[in-house]
């Protein structure tokens, strides 16, 4: 096989594996008494080339997720980002805050204040206001980054203060599981908690993103409450490291 066949088959796969999701995307925002157009679909793009996401862009991708910030950097000069958001999903030291500030739409792991900060700082040193979302460690694992949830409420509060960096919601990952009932568990904790941030309208805390649910669990997490769902695997087939 030839490595332009090679790559044509992987194209199709893309086109054929994003038709799959979104259907089962529509089927369970359907159930949960959502439409489609009520969940946000992420493609997670970490260790995928450039031609294959730029691929998945045009079947119709509208919101990529980069874990690295080093490596969506390198990756952005080739990618046909018209019209096409970028987050950052993955872990943000405080030394690489202003590589990225600006270069994204949104950062989705915001997890302590030494962190908000820095963004905030950084932010406000270009001009420009961060879209964040908080990331949170719903069960407490010690390998995991987030913020821990009794940690949660006090966190808003401070984080709300701050200039040139706006809450838009939460995040997190659940410990994973083939166990339906398991994930749906942690899934429908995190909603409550997004309902009820949401109830107390702190300034400059909105709860407009769920973001929960990944190539083995969106379907849960849809029903649960998600409304942006992050898949990679599912689109590119097994991650190349």
Request: aromatic fraction near 6%; hydrophobic fraction near 40%.
């Amino acid at each position: 096989m030839t490595e332009k066949s090679f790559l044509e088959k992987q194209f199709e796969d893309i086109e054929c594996n994003l038709k799959k999701i979104n259907e089962k995307i529509s089927a369970a925002a359907e159930k949960s008494g959502r439409k489609r157009e009520d969940i946000r679909f992420m493609t997670v793009t970490k260790t995928v080339d450039v031609f294959r996401i730029n691929k998945a862009i045009e079947c119709g991708v509208d919101l990529i997720g980069e874990n690295n910030v080093q490596e969506f950097l390198s990756k952005k000069p080739d990618l046909n980002l018209s019209g096409v958001e970028s987050h950052l999903i993955g872990h943000l030291q405080t030394n690489k805050v202003s590589k990225i500030v600006g270069q994204v739409d949104m950062i989705e792991s915001v997890d302590s204040i030494k962190l908000a900060n820095e963004i905030s700082k950084q932010s406000l040193k270009i001009g420009v206001t961060t879209d964040v979302l908080i990331e949170v460690n719903i069960a407490g694992e010690e390998n995991k980054t987030g913020l821990p949830l009794e940690q949660l409420n006090d966190f808003l509060y401070e984080i709300s203060k701050l200039p040139a960096i706006k809450v838009k919601g939460l995040m997190t990952i659940p410990p994973f599981s083939l166990n339906n009932a398991e994930n749906c568990k942690f899934f429908s904790k995190m909603h409550n908690i997004y309902v009820d941030i949401r109830s107390k309208k702190i300034h400059n805390i909105n709860m407009d993103i769920l973001s929960m649910g990944m190539s083995g669990d969106y379907e849960d997490a849809i029903a649960c409450g998600s409304n942006l769902v992050r898949i990679g695997s599912a689109v590119f087939g097994p991650r190349i490291y």
